[in-house]
């Protein structure tokens, strides 16, 4: 089978287990899944691809949660929510002199993800438990890596063109 059509057919099945997964079993947003695991690809790849894609979006959460944890600080003030994300998008270019967080949209995606799930399940990210839209994210972000790990394996284990990446 030729690399395009082994990848469609393995992002059916692993897009197809996905969504059902993170419909009834893993309470993890299906889109941020899906955003880590195109994080996978953009960033090359195999096991440096998963490290790096999981370094910068968990830096991004981590930055996302602490703009809108320092916003709560002055709640409904949205000159000093803005500030705050002018903050936080500082932070996320900064961190791009560490090599392993390049590069900067990487971490934006993890920033993304991290106000998407708290503005989605209404769960402020002080709240002190499972449901913490920062775990919730961090979670997601690293089962997105995992996807989109397997699905370069399965594509290859599918292709003519077999060659099997690092593994992480």
Request: hydrophobic residues 55%.
């Amino acid at each position: 089978m030729k690399k395009t059509e082994a990848m469609a057919l393995s992002i059916c099945v692993l897009g197809a287990l996905d969504t059902y997964l993170t419909a009834t079993v893993l309470p993890i947003p299906v889109w941020v899944t899906f955003i880590a695991w195109a994080s996978f690809f953009i960033l090359g790849g195999g096991a440096r691809g998963f490290k790096q894609s999981i370094a910068c979006n968990l830096t991004g959460v981590f930055i996302g949660w602490s703009s809108l944890f320092a916003s709560g600080l002055v709640p409904g003030n949205v000159p000093f929510l803005a500030l705050c994300v002018g903050v936080g998008s500082a932070c996320m270019v900064l961190s791009s002199k560490v090599t392993l967080l390049q590069p900067t949209p990487a971490v934006v995606w993890g920033f993304a993800s991290l106000v998407a799930t708290t503005v989605a399940t209404g769960v402020p990210v002080t709240h002190a438990g499972l449901t913490n839209p920062g775990l919730i994210a961090a979670a997601a972000v690293i089962v997105g890596a995992s996807f989109g790990f397997a699905h370069e394996l399965m594509g290859s284990a599918l292709s003519r063109e077999a060659t099997a990446p690092e593994a992480p």
